[in-house]
């Protein structure tokens, strides 16, 4: 019995010459090739015209100014990008199969969410991959990831590019936190957030920048309110406010972190999205989507109430108010 006639050709392709076709297409000259590829011109040459010989079409124009592509060599030169990514998969998964996920990830994250809610759980990912070197970094500005400066980032903005994927993680429920020794001071707490001109206020130098992107009615604070205190330092926060500096506006999950600053029986402030956002290319190594998996695990609203879409009040959760969540330390 003969084989397929697909086979027969597949078979007699020659990879090599596919290659070389993709370099010349993409510099656009076959000089340019062949002085990447270590081969002379001629090589370069004889190769592409048994690859077009192999598929009975032309591929290549040349002109004076290097080559141009025809439309036969567009499509192959698609079809040619997609045979390179699977080979690459090939490797990528089956060739890794039987080793541990190794590798190196940079994860770009604020100074909140990343010191007080990823970092204490990190030991528990490094025990799973210990071959996965996980590089966070803390930064103010979202990262370019189509220029490598990380390869996954947490951000407060749904990505506009294309070729960036954002998920939304979940919401930070921003709320006011005081110490004892704050409250003990004050001969009343405030009943509303219209009250607080009247107390120290504590905020991060990037709410003060986005309040106008929380509510309407928050955006009258900014007019209202004569600022005891902005840093861009989240621990900065946590640690004036515990020490009797004053409200501070903080997330929700700060009540489990930090017991040093008490949740004040108000409403929340705001309700603030963010993604978690990285491009395929991170994907599918193994390495990226082992962090990838882990960080869905670590903020799954099914096991932590705190980034869910509705607000949940610390104290819901420390008087068991809140029966399915799990406190995850």
């Not at 004889?46 to 141009?68: A, H, P, S, W, Y």
């Not at 990505?159 to 110490?179: D, Q, T």
């Not at 009250?195 to 106008?212: A, S």
Request: aromatic share 8%; charged share 25%; with cysteine.
């Amino acid at each position: 019995m003969s084989e397929p006639e697909g086979i027969i050709l597949t078979e007699r392709m020659d990879w090599d010459n596919m290659r070389v076709f993709r370099i010349v297409a993409e510099l656009g000259s076959m000089n340019a090739a062949a002085h990447r590829l270590q081969e002379s011109a001629p090589t370069i040459g004889r190769k592409i015209d048994q690859l077009e010989k192999d598929l009975n079409t032309v591929l290549l124009v040349r002109t004076t100014r290097g080559v141009e592509l025809t439309d036969a060599g567009r499509i192959a030169l698609s079809h040619i990008h997609a045979m390179a990514e699977s080979v690459g998969e090939v490797f990528e998964y089956a060739g890794n199969r039987d080793r541990d996920v190794e590798g190196r990830i940079v994860l770009a994250t604020g100074d909140g969410l990343g010191p007080y809610w990823i970092a204490p759980r990190l030991p528990e990912f490094q025990a799973a991959n210990p071959k996965v070197q996980l590089r966070m970094r803390v930064v103010d500005a979202v990262p370019d990831l189509l220029e490598g400066e990380a390869d996954i980032a947490i951000q407060f903005t749904e990505p506009k590019s294309p070729e960036i994927i954002g998920r939304k993680l979940g919401v930070l429920h921003y709320m006011s936190f005081a110490s004892d020794a704050y409250l003990n001071e004050c001969e009343q707490l405030p009943n509303s957030l219209f009250e607080y001109f009247r107390y120290k206020t504590i905020l991060h130098e990037g709410y003060v920048n986005q309040i106008e992107r929380w509510a309407p009615r928050v955006a009258e604070l900014k007019k209202m309110i004569d600022y005891s205190l902005v840093t861009n330092s989240a621990a900065a926060m946590i640690e004036v406010c515990a020490h009797g500096g004053g409200i501070a506006v903080l997330p929700s999950y700060i009540g489990e972190v930090d017991e040093r600053v008490k949740p004040l029986n108000l409403p929340e402030i705001a309700p603030i999205q963010f993604w978690l956002t990285y491009t395929e290319r991170v994907r599918r190594l193994p390495q990226g989507q082992a962090v990838l998996d882990w960080l869905w695990t670590i903020f799954d609203e099914r096991r932590v109430a705190w980034f869910r879409d509705a607000f949940v009040h610390p104290d819901q959760v420390k008087h068991g108010a809140e029966s399915q969540i799990t406190r995850t330390f």
